[in-house]
């Protein structure tokens, strides 16, 4: 899997990057704790086309076009159908029936911002677009919200792999501890957001 990576985000560049998480949306076993990490890295070496922001941008762009057809999966289907198709043929594509129960129940418990947080937690960040489509969802607030959670992630990792340099594969063995620190940081600029929001209308 490592190889195939390295040799696709060599071979293609940015392309590569972009189509990389968009096939992570659709086949969560490909790694995103990998991928931008990787690009990371490669925007250290030397004479690299590679660079952080631009990476961050194509893994973006990958990432909210890998959802669209989750999305639609759970609005044309439903969450019976999908289980089902998950039980199956998800060993295919490594999800299972539960995996979507677990997607549609953390939708249920945080209503549409859990678009923003699912981003942020593996297991679920790759899913989450499932219940947004049973609920139907607006387009506008899901794009919006898994924009914001998306870029959250994908930054985090990409920088990570950046300042590892050579040791950019410790951020997926450390993944649990850098969610934590990324959901962490979300809810203190959500409430600093409001904050700043409610002292202007007391204003």
């Known amino acids: 899997m490592t190889e195939w990576i390295t040799n696709t985000?060599?071979?293609?560049?940015?392309?590569?990057?972009?189509?990389?998480?968009?096939l992570e949306?659709?086949?969560?076993?490909?790694?995103?704790?990998?991928?931008?990490?990787?690009?990371?890295?490669?925007a250290t070496l030397p004479n690299s086309t590679i660079q952080v922001i631009p990476a961050i941008a194509?893994?973006?762009?990958?990432?909210?076009?890998?959802?669209?057809?989750?999305?639609y999966a759970g609005l044309l289907l439903g969450q019976q159908r999908l289980q089902i198709l998950a039980g199956r043929y998800g060993k295919w594509i490594g999800i299972s029936g539960d995996d979507i129960d677990k997607s549609?129940?953390?939708?249920?418990?945080?209503?549409?911002?859990?678009?923003?947080?699912?981003?942020?937690?593996?297991?679920?960040?790759?899913?989450?677009?499932?219940?947004?489509?049973?609920?139907?969802m607006p387009l506008v607030p899901f794009f919006l919200y898994s924009t914001i959670g998306t870029v959250g992630w994908v930054a985090l990792l990409t920088y990570a792999g950046y300042f590892l340099g050579k040791n950019y594969a410790l951020v997926e063995k450390y993944i649990d501890v850098i969610t934590k620190v990324v959901v962490f940081g979300v809810l203190i600029a959500i409430a600093v957001f409001i904050g700043y929001r409610l002292r202007q209308k007391s204003q």
Do not use: D
């Open 9 to 22: 985000m060599n071979s293609l560049g940015y392309l590569g990057i972009g189509l990389l998480m968009f």
């Open 25 to 42: 949306n659709l086949f969560p076993p490909i790694p995103s704790e990998l991928i931008m990490p990787l690009a990371g890295y490669t």
């Open 58 to 71: 194509v893994g973006v762009v990958g990432t909210i076009l890998g959802a669209i057809p989750w999305y």
């Open 104 to 136: 549609v129940t953390w939708f249920q418990k945080h209503g549409s911002k859990a678009v923003l947080f699912g981003r942020l937690v593996p297991g679920i960040r790759t899913l989450i677009s499932i219940p947004a489509g049973i609920s139907k």
